[in-house]
């Protein structure tokens, strides 16, 4: 499966974007959605992510209440709505896929990744 991230930005503080992750194949019903951002200077981590199903999300402690992932396997494409933001989210985000995943894993644990894309928040 391809992946390709898209929809960031520069937003001030408080703001929002919608990030969309968008997949070629027609597998794409099967495999779990990861987010991922990585800033300057500091190691990847994951965002949040969904379920192969649909049936769960999972989300880093920094952005719970914050951001909502979500999938459209019509459209082949994971959201990542990102409220309230805040200088430290200022990173490349990137999506990956994991076959039949289900819950939080470590990055290394994703299949496939697509290219980032910048979001900027400026205080």
């Known amino acids: 499966v391809q992946l390709q991230a898209y929809g960031g930005g520069l937003v001030q503080a408080g703001g929002s974007l919608r990030l969309s992750c968008e997949a070629s194949?027609?597998?794409?019903?099967?495999?779990?959605i990861g987010w991922f951002r990585q800033a300057p200077g500091k190691e990847r981590e994951i965002v949040g992510g969904?379920?192969?199903?649909?049936?769960?999300?999972w989300y880093a402690e920094s952005v719970k209440g914050r951001f909502t992932v979500s999938r459209d396997n019509g459209k082949n494409t994971v959201y990542l709505q990102m409220n309230s933001l805040k200088p430290e989210d200022t990173a490349v985000y990137y999506c990956?896929?994991?076959?039949?995943?289900?819950?939080?894993?470590?990055?290394?644990?994703?299949?496939?990744w697509g290219q980032g894309t910048q979001v900027t928040v400026s205080s």
């Open positions: 990956a896929a994991d076959l039949f995943g289900s819950s939080w894993k470590e990055a290394s644990e994703y299949e496939y």
């Open positions: 194949g027609r597998t794409f019903g099967s495999y779990a």
């Open positions: 969904v379920s192969w199903n649909g049936g769960s999300t």
